[in-house]
């Protein structure tokens, strides 16, 4: 039986918490969490901002923001935002302040600030890394009960999201794994671009960039010599590194997949042919270049492909494993485009795009 004793807003409390454990997608999660402090929190403004990293700089990308009584919103489509619109992580004091501490921290209203700001870091524990921040604004400081829920409902949103992360990444690498590549997959297509919500305010808005995505397959070269010689740790510790080369050698916007053994998938957003293959081919500059500890120097095939309206992740992938196995075929550590090998009669067109047989 439920306790009546409990006052109204821990009653409201609960029933967030309850509703935030049953969700397992992450867009939902999110969204579901920043209704929740709105509601239980005693502010007029509630935006959740996650701290993204692209080529050494750090910005903040606004995802979600609340208004006491009204709806939650999507700021950002992350996967076509331009990062580099973005507020950088140093122009606000005050949320970088919190990140470092990390704690909570708040201001006052001044002259240029009508109204108290409040700013809590999202830290999950798992790995002791940074995810963003939510900010509350409201007319007077937040009162302890304020920041208990608050506090309360960011421990279950940081639990949760570990939770996905368990199962969602690859225990080894830590990249995403197959499970959750097919949801992205199909995010990429045109249809499922995200507005710009009309009620948001335009200083939480990030300008998005309409820009075509591309598939690739990455093979690491003559990688079962690597168990076989130095054996399966040294070959684990090889996949880590690679693991991490891929990390820094593409964007935040794109994302690295694990698929199992020394096979990985990347999705990028491009804006053509050339700027993939360039993408691409960093990558592989920096793998050739790396000194793998014990084993030495270890190379990459790659293999890429556009993604189509339409597409299917099976039928995309097969086109860029062709791809790949074509560069293994001729010499490895290269990188393939698909399209240019069958414009240059280097393999048949025989692939297909979702259900439908093109050629």
Partial sequence: MVNKTLEPRALLLIDHLVRLSTLRDRDALLASMTRAMSETVSALEVTTYSLVVDEDKRYWMPLTVCRA?????????????????????????LRLRSVEGPDMVSSAPSAGQDRWRTVFPVVLSNENAIWGVVEFLSEQALSESDVVAATRLLRVFCNMLNVLDYSECDALTGLW????????????????????????????????????????????????????????????????????????????????????????????????????????????????????PQVGQKTASVGFTQIVQGDSPSAACERADQAVYYAKRNGRNQVCSESDLVARGLLKSDTKVGDIELF
Avoid at 73 to 82: F, I, Y
Avoid at 244 to 265: A, I
Wanted: net charge negative.
């Fill in 177 to 292: 794994n197959r499970k959750s590549f097919e949801d992205l997959f199909f995010k990429t297509m045109p249809s499922m671009e995200t507005p710009a919500a009309a009620n948001v305010p335009v200083e939480h808005r990030a300008q998005q960039v309409h820009q075509i995505f591309w598939l690739a397959m990455v093979d690491i070269d003559h990688f079962k010599q690597v168990n076989d010689v130095f054996g399966h740790l040294i070959g684990d510790e090889v996949l880590i590194l690679v693991a991490r080369l891929m990390r820094t050698s593409f964007r935040s916007h794109d994302r690295v997949f694990r698929f199992g053994g020394e096979e990985f998938v990347v999705v990028l957003r491009c804006a053509d042919h050339a700027s993939a293959n360039a993408a691409l081919g960093r990558f592989r500059r920096n793998m050739e270049a790396y000194d793998f």
């Fill in 69 to 93: 009584g009204g709806n939650v919103e999507v700021v950002t489509d992350q996967l076509r935002v331009d990062v580099t619109t973005m507020m950088p992580a140093e122009s606000d004091p």
